[in-house]
């Protein structure tokens, strides 16, 4: 069964800084990766989505790595908003079931002013 | 585009009673599903839907029905409900079946409490 862990569960940190997410995954034999975030309350917004033959993706501010034969991938944020606190959600595509994802319990992020 | 979008937001149950989350997508995606997030408990699959007429159990499909009658709308059925099923319900589709470069949407789910 594909385990997903991510480090830290919660973080905070003044505005500007920039902080590296962590997500753990038990099986490398994955199809893509998902990092999605999360409001109180709402529902999970996409940000970024890594192939399994992919080392990386962008978008903004946002980076995400991925290193499936160490089964690990970094969200990084550049230069942190208040408007960035929030959830953040890895979430693996194991391919034995299209479309299922594994998710991790997510990390819970403040940045304030 | 409305995305997906679900209803009820907020639901309040006696134990025992059955009710359906509704859940309906605007994109003509094939795949559709259905989680629960609990707290420190991540997100669950617990039905899904490859397409209209077919679905299959996920990880806790236990007091759950649901069906896939047309490509927009897959209602999520509450049997008997019990205080363990008290939870967010999340519902989510994705595009073209067989296609792992797409996105998953999520609506803004169902905050359910079974008394």
């Known amino acids: 069964k594909q385990e997903v862990t991510q480090i830290p569960a919660a973080l905070s940190v003044p505005e500007g800084e920039n902080l590296v997410l962590n997500c753990s995954f038990t099986d490398s034999a994955i199809y893509n990766l998902q990092w999605f975030r999360q409001d109180p309350g709402k529902g999970l917004t996409s940000l970024l989505l890594i192939q399994s033959s992919q080392r990386e993706q962008t978008s903004g501010r946002l980076n995400a790595s991925l290193d499936k034969s160490s089964g690990r991938s970094t969200l990084y944020i550049a230069a942190s908003q208040p408007g960035d606190s929030a959830t953040y959600l890895c979430a693996v595509d194991r391919g034995s079931t299209l479309g299922r994802l594994y998710f991790g319990r997510g990390t819970q992020l403040t940045v304030w002013p | 585009n409305a995305g997906v979008t679900q209803t009820p937001k907020f639901q309040v149950l006696k134990t025992g009673q059955s009710m359906t989350l509704q859940c309906a997508q605007d994109?003509?995606?094939?795949?559709m599903s259905w989680y629960r997030q609990d707290p420190g408990m991540g997100l669950r699959l617990i039905h899904y839907?490859?397409?209209?007429?077919?679905?299959d159990q996920g990880e806790v499909p236990n007091g759950y029905n649901v069906s896939r009658s047309t490509t927009e709308d897959f209602p999520l059925r509450l049997l008997s409900a019990a205080p363990s099923q008290t939870s967010v319900y999340f519902c989510a589709s994705t595009g073209t079946s067989g296609s792992r470069t797409d996105t998953q949407y999520f609506g803004p789910g169902t905050r359910l409490t079974v008394l």
């Open positions: 839907s490859v397409g209209a007429g077919i679905t």
């Open positions: 994109m003509n995606h094939e795949y």
